[in-house]
């Protein structure tokens, strides 16, 4: 008797039909069956799945037209707090992009844990309170001009 595979629902919110489909296709190559991706074209249609339960990850454009900053954020968040961070995910999610071609930038990075994760993923880039707290404008171009790159502020 075989144990049957347990998927992992991501949710894409992404109104570039291309786009959503270079990512569906890159996230089945990264993770076999293991992986069921819901896709919709709005914030609004995802925030109303969200609110259903049983999604695992959600990759969200932030260039959407009803997508606002860190509000988007609060309101993702406020629907889905149960949505785990797993590790297997942010796996596929950073092969997918290197497989893209893309610069992975890891966001939210907030523990040496997930540093040391994402390193291990070889994720060079990444940005998050582990780093920096938000920063005036004179103090982030002073960041810049100095060249810190492994340098934790707090």
């Known amino acids: 008797?075989?144990?049957?595979?347990?998927?992992?629902?991501?949710?894409?919110?992404?109104?570039?039909?291309?786009?959503?489909?270079?990512?569906?296709?890159?996230?089945?190559?990264?993770?076999?069956?293991?992986?069921?991706v819901e896709w919709v074209r709005q914030l609004s249609e995802g925030l109303a799945r969200l609110s259903q339960g049983g999604i695992d990850a959600v990759l969200l454009e932030l260039s959407l037209p009803d997508s606002h900053g860190i509000e988007t954020f609060d309101k993702l968040f406020s629907a889905a707090p149960d949505v785990p961070d797993d590790s297997p995910i942010v796996s596929a999610i950073i092969d997918m992009g290197k497989n893209l071609k893309q610069r992975v930038?890891?966001?939210?990075?907030?523990t040496q844990g997930q540093l040391a994760f994402l390193r291990a993923q070889r994720c060079a880039e990444g940005q998050g309170y582990l780093f920096s707290r938000p920063l005036a404008a004179a103090q982030f171009a002073y960041l810049l001009q100095t060249g810190l790159t492994e340098t934790v502020l707090h």
């Not at 075989?2 to 296709?25: C, E, F, G």
């Not at 930038?105 to 907030?110: F, Y």
């Open 105 to 110: 930038i890891a966001e939210g990075v907030e």
């Open 1 to 36: 008797m075989t144990t049957p595979i347990l998927l992992q629902t991501i949710l894409l919110i992404d109104n570039d039909a291309a786009a959503a489909y270079d990512v569906r296709a890159e996230i089945a190559a990264a993770g076999g069956d293991s992986f069921d």
